[in-house]
């Protein structure tokens, strides 16, 4: 089968100004010249969900033309951010509790493949903004290679939209990856320290489930480091790989991940937007 190259970008946090601009439009360049198969963008497009950011942002996807494109929304694009740059309003402390709680009967699969969130709304409602730009909150990609389904997890992951995934993951022709895709992290990373609100609602258990679905590779943003763990309950193991940020902050400069997979083998690569250099960040051969 064909190998399949997927350029993993998020947070730009787009605030309109020239400088972010400028350098947005570098990260493309450079993910352009990595000739992808997937673009995947996890979030934090804009640094405050406002239209001319999200223009912005739009206009810089439209450069990739005919590549499929697969976009979340972040924290920052569906709620304003307050505090100083960087600093996203933390969410609130029981934001997950009826979503997990709802996790068991949702094993049972019994809902309707309904549309998981509703374009309808006032023209100011931030996800309509987000749609009517970047398409679907629960966006996914399908080919024989590659399952590839994505979630808000802003405010939270809701139970219904969870349950979607799952049952396009089962779906997954044999052989194909199954990738899962979302904004928020599932576990720290080395050199940030976590804030409240850095992890999506009940990480431990989201992890438990991805396993059982046999997902291979989970992309997210957020934290702002480039990164792959590996993690497995025994039976199956699975590539959480998080996202470095466009917004440079002083002491790393920007970069996104560029994942290769052929056949078995499964590769993680940051690359710098200053030089275009890739790192090795992981490398493995799946089982099966
Ligand atoms: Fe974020």
């Given at each position: 089968m064909k190998p399949i190259r997927i350029v993993?970008?998020?947070?730009?946090?787009?605030?309109?100004?020239?400088?972010?601009?400028?350098?947005?439009?570098?990260l493309v360049d450079r993910?352009?010249?990595c000739d992808p198969d997937l673009v995947v963008v996890s979030g934090d497009l804009s640094a405050d969900g406002r239209p001319a950011e999200l223009d912005a942002v739009a206009a810089e996807l439209e450069r990739f033309g005919p590549i499929p494109r697969v976009v979340v929304p972040g924290n920052r694009d569906l709620v304003p951010s307050i505090?100083?740059?960087?600093?996203?309003?933390?969410?609130?402390?029981?934001s997950d509790l009826d979503f997990f709680l709802a996790l068991e009967p949702a094993l049972g699969f019994g809902f309707d493949d309904?549309?998981?969130?509703?374009?309808?709304?006032?023209?100011?409602?931030?996800?309509?903004r987000f749609t009517n730009r970047f398409g679907r909150l629960d966006a996914r990609f399908v080919d024989p290679r590659i399952q590839l389904v994505a979630v808000?997890?802003?405010p939270r992951l809701r139970s219904a939209e969870l349950e979607r995934a799952a049952r396009r993951l089962r779906r997954t022709p044999e052989g194909a990856l199954r990738v899962f895709v979302l904004h928020h992290g599932l576990l720290p990373v080395p050199g940030r320290k976590l804030r409240d609100g850095d992890l999506t609602g009940r990480?431990?258990?989201?992890?438990?489930?991805?396993?059982?679905?046999?997902?291979?590779?989970v992309l997210h943003g957020h934290i702002h480091r480039a990164h792959a763990w590996l993690v497995s309950d025994g039976h199956h193991q699975m590539v959480v790989a998080s996202a470095g940020a466009l917004v440079n902050d002083g002491r790393r400069d920007a970069s996104f991940n560029e994942i290769l997979v052929d056949g078995g083998r499964l590769e993680v690569h940051r690359r710098s937007v200053a030089t275009g250099e890739p790192s090795i960040l992981f490398q493995m051969t799946r089982r099966g």
């Amino acid at each position: 089968m064909k190998p399949i190259r997927i350029v993993h970008l998020s947070d730009f946090h787009c605030d309109g100004s020239p400088e972010l601009r400028t350098a947005l439009g570098r990260l493309v360049d450079r993910a352009i010249d990595c000739d992808p198969d997937l673009v995947v963008v996890s979030g934090d497009l804009s640094a405050d969900g406002r239209p001319a950011e999200l223009d912005a942002v739009a206009a810089e996807l439209e450069r990739f033309g005919p590549i499929p494109r697969v976009v979340v929304p972040g924290n920052r694009d569906l709620v304003p951010s307050i505090g100083p740059p960087g600093e996203a309003r933390p969410l609130p402390a029981d934001s997950d509790l009826d979503f997990f709680l709802a996790l068991e009967p949702a094993l049972g699969f019994g809902f309707d493949d309904a549309p998981a969130s509703s374009v309808a709304g006032p023209d100011g409602d931030p996800e309509v903004r987000f749609t009517n730009r970047f398409g679907r909150l629960d966006a996914r990609f399908v080919d024989p290679r590659i399952q590839l389904v994505a979630v808000n997890s802003t405010p939270r992951l809701r139970s219904a939209e969870l349950e979607r995934a799952a049952r396009r993951l089962r779906r997954t022709p044999e052989g194909a990856l199954r990738v899962f895709v979302l904004h928020h992290g599932l576990l720290p990373v080395p050199g940030r320290k976590l804030r409240d609100g850095d992890l999506t609602g009940r990480a431990g258990d989201l992890l438990a489930l991805l396993l059982e679905l046999k997902v291979d590779l989970v992309l997210h943003g957020h934290i702002h480091r480039a990164h792959a763990w590996l993690v497995s309950d025994g039976h199956h193991q699975m590539v959480v790989a998080s996202a470095g940020a466009l917004v440079n902050d002083g002491r790393r400069d920007a970069s996104f991940n560029e994942i290769l997979v052929d056949g078995g083998r499964l590769e993680v690569h940051r690359r710098s937007v200053a030089t275009g250099e890739p790192s090795i960040l992981f490398q493995m051969t799946r089982r099966g």
